[in-house]
């Protein structure tokens, strides 16, 4: 059994930043992905952006040039560093990771919401 933890949620003014944190139960090269996806209210759940094990990273346009997503293997985790957020982006923030064999796992979400 895979455990996705998220942390570092909260509630942010336009222009802050946060910093979520996904600690797995293993190491992180051991997916073929990792990736943060975010679900708003009345909305689809969505790609924020997911990294490869080999490193290639795909963002959301939406979010580019304002979030990035690091790993570290030893500490098992990926985090994703948000600067100048905006209203729009106040969602539930996912963590995802893919392993080879056995599909999806899920964490059980953190609140971001960016409000004055």
């Known amino acids: 059994q895979v455990q996705l933890v998220e942390s570092g949620g909260g509630l942010v003014q336009p222009g802050g930043s946060l910093r979520l944190s996904c600690t797995a139960s293993?190491?992180?090269?051991?997916?073929?992905?990792m990736g943060w996806y975010r679900q708003a209210p009345g909305k689809e759940r969505e790609l924020v952006v997911s990294i490869t094990k080999s490193g290639s990273t795909k963002y959301a346009d939406s979010v580019k040039g304002r979030f990035t997503i690091s790993r570290d293997n030893a500490k098992k985790t990926v985090d994703l560093q948000m600067n100048s957020l905006k209203p729009e982006d106040t969602a539930v923030y996912y963590c995802?990771?893919?392993?080879?064999?056995?599909?999806?796992?899920w964490g059980q979400g953190t609140q971001v919401t960016v409000s004055s």
């Open positions: 995802n990771g893919a392993l080879p064999g056995s599909g999806d796992n």
């Open positions: 293993r190491f992180i090269f051991s997916f073929s992905a």
